[in-house]
Nanobody, 121 residues
Framework: QVQLVESGGGLVQTGGSLRLSCAAS????????MGWYRQTPGKERELVGT???????NYADSVKGRFTISRDNAENTMYLQMNSLKPEDTAVYYC???????????????WGPGTQVTVSS
């Protein structure tokens, strides 16, 4: 079994920065494509950006130029550096990963429990 846990959320003023982390733990697995999503009450979860196992990242237009996704494959950790934060960035942020399980030979989709980011105006 694999678990993803986000950390680094909190309260920040407009224009500030936060760095989120997503750490994976478990046995006999390999992280493939990973991504960050966010959700606000009453709205569908939306994609923030993704990063491939080779480090190629893509971003939603709403965060392009302000957010940066990176990963440390040796530590099974993904990061989301958020700069120039706006009130509309307020949401619960979730990490997602496609995980290859060596024992079963299958790839499964995993989600973290989420971390709250609040940007005050």
């Amino acid at each position: 079994q694999v678990q993803l846990v986000e950390s680094g959320g909190g309260l920040v003023q407009t224009g500030g920065s936060l760095r989120l982390s997503c750490a994976a733990s478990g046995r006999a697995f390999r992280m493939n494509d990973m991504g960050w999503y966010r959700q606000t009450p009453g709205k569908e979860r939306e994609l923030v950006g993704t990063i491939s196992s080779g480090g190629i990242s893509n971003y939603a237009d709403s965060v392009k130029g302000r957010f940066t996704i990176s990963r440390d494959n040796a530590e099974n950790t993904m990061y989301l550096q958020m700069n120039s934060l706006k009130p509309e960035d307020t949401a619960v942020y979730y990490c997602n990963a496609a995980v290859y399980l060596y024992i079963s030979g299958r790839t499964r989709d995993y989600w973290g429990p989420g971390t709250q980011v609040t940007v005050s105006s």
